[in-house]
């Protein structure tokens, strides 16, 4: 597998912020959800809130042993577990970590979302060894690993609930997690697009030194570089102030930038109108309440011109509206 400057027993302490701490079971959620699916939808019936249960699989590798132990301490399936919770369902869908024959992959499939260990090590291979724009390698590697859950659960959602779509589901997937990545905290959203943009940067600068494959032309998936922009796309169409720099550093086009707002109108259109009405909305407010991640690294930090208010405590910063 790939070298990198942390070591696999050390890459998930550093890999997730997310805050260690213990949910009750009398704290689960009520199962007469307040969600209420639109009238064309074929799901009507049977939707239930906290349909997601959780598995840290037996490595195959047993050099993933460390990782696992790790992923398990961190509580890493149960935090998202509960912050997928508000999510109406008319099944049960599993969390799972586990190996893949050396092939770092993720995906959705037979009611179970997937992240291969190998995955954490593909992170692991893209995050810089030290601070790089204002994150250090532990703030990095947040924004990629939540990102991948939440890409796997935007093919979950579109398949279970039949949500109609144009174009490629992969897209689809990328846009709903960006969505979601850009309604945390006004912080937190910053160093999350931040993170997920630094490993996927890095991936799309090599692949770019390369004449593309007919192969990866053909790919459900955009070019690593297309997905880079279109991440950045959403977030500076939602909040130019918090995304000022993403311009002026080239890490997006300004011939983009210009239609961006438009993007991010039309995704967050379709995400209410499609995917907000399965979710319980008072149960969503508690989750977005709470303190989600522990970064090392203040937001102004990552600025080159901070946005007003990103200097002050993040205690501070009022959480983002979906």
Same mark, same amino acid.
């Given at each position: 597998?790939s070298k990198?400057c942390?070591?696999?027993?050390s890459?998930v302490?550093a890999?997730i912020?997310?805050a260690?701490?213990?949910?009750?079971?009398?704290?689960?959620?009520?199962?007469?959800?307040?969600?209420?699916?639109?009238?064309?939808?074929?799901?009507?019936?049977?939707?239930?809130t906290g349909?997601?249960?959780?598995q840290?699989?037996e490595p195959?590798?047993?050099?993933h042993?460390p990782?696992q132990?790790?992923l398990?301490?961190?509580?890493?399936l149960?935090h998202?577990?509960e912050f997928?919770?508000?999510?109406?369902?008319p099944e049960r869908?599993t969390l799972k970590v586990?190996g893949c024959?050396?092939?770092a992959?993720a995906?959705?499939?037979?009611?179970a979302?997937?992240?291969?260990y190998e995955?954490f090590e593909?992170i692991q291979?893209?995050?810089?060894k030290?601070v790089?724009?204002?994150l250090?390698?532990?703030?990095?590697?947040?924004g990629?690993t939540v990102?991948v859950?939440l890409?796997?659960?935007?093919?979950?959602?579109?398949?279970?609930l039949?949500i109609?779509f144009?174009?490629?589901?992969e897209?689809?997937?990328?846009?709903?997690?960006t969505?979601i990545?850009?309604h945390?905290?006004k912080a937190?959203a910053?160093?999350?697009?931040?993170?997920?943009?630094?490993?996927?940067?890095?991936?799309?600068?090599?692949?770019?030194s390369k004449?593309?494959?007919l192969?990866?032309i053909a790919?459900?998936?955009?070019?690593?570089?297309?997905?880079?922009f279109?991440r950045?796309c959403? *977030?500076?169409g =939602?909040?130019?102030?918090?995304f000022?720099? $993403?311009? @002026?550093?080239?890490?997006? &086009?300004e011939?983009r930038?210009?239609?961006?707002r438009?993007?991010?109108?039309?995704n967050e259109f379709?995400?209410e109108t499609?995917?907000a009405?399965?979710i319980?909305?008072?149960l969503r407010q508690?989750?977005?309440?709470?303190?989600w991640?522990?970064f090392?690294?203040?937001a *102004?930090a990552? =600025?080159?011109?901070p946005?007003q208010?990103l $200097?002050? @405590?993040e205690?501070?910063l &009022?959480?983002?509206?979906?």
């Amino acid at each position: 597998m790939s070298k990198c400057c942390i070591s696999r027993v050390s890459l998930v302490a550093a890999l997730i912020g997310l805050a260690a701490y213990v949910v009750p079971a009398s704290a689960q959620p009520s199962p007469a959800p307040s969600c209420m699916p639109p009238a064309w939808a074929k799901q009507q019936t049977g939707l239930k809130t906290g349909q997601f249960d959780y598995q840290y699989v037996e490595p195959k590798n047993s050099a993933h042993l460390p990782l696992q132990a790790m992923l398990k301490n961190r509580r890493l399936l149960e935090h998202l577990q509960e912050f997928l919770s508000p999510i109406c369902l008319p099944e049960r869908i599993t969390l799972k970590v586990e190996g893949c024959n050396g092939v770092a992959n993720a995906y959705f499939w037979e009611d179970a979302i997937k992240v291969c260990y190998e995955y954490f090590e593909y992170i692991q291979k893209y995050t810089p060894k030290g601070v790089l724009q204002g994150l250090t390698p532990h703030d990095v590697m947040i924004g990629p690993t939540v990102e991948v859950f939440l890409h796997e659960l935007g093919h979950a959602l579109v398949e279970v609930l039949d949500i109609p779509f144009f174009g490629r589901e992969e897209e689809v997937a990328d846009y709903i997690a960006t969505y979601i990545l850009l309604h945390f905290g006004k912080a937190d959203a910053r160093r999350l697009i931040l993170g997920a943009s630094i490993v996927a940067g890095d991936e799309a600068l090599e692949e770019q030194s390369k004449a593309p494959e007919l192969r990866l032309i053909a790919d459900t998936h955009d070019l690593p570089a297309q997905r880079y922009f279109n991440r950045w796309c959403l *977030a500076y169409g =939602m909040d130019p102030a918090l995304f000022a720099d $993403a311009t @002026s550093t080239g890490k997006l &086009p300004e011939g983009r930038a210009k239609r961006c707002r438009y993007e991010y109108r039309t995704n967050e259109f379709a995400f209410e109108t499609l995917i907000a009405p399965y979710i319980d909305q008072p149960l969503r407010q508690q989750v977005l309440a709470k303190t989600w991640f522990h970064f090392d690294s203040p937001a *102004a930090a990552t =600025m080159i011109a901070p946005a007003q208010g990103l $200097a002050e @405590s993040e205690k501070e910063l &009022p959480k983002a509206k979906r």
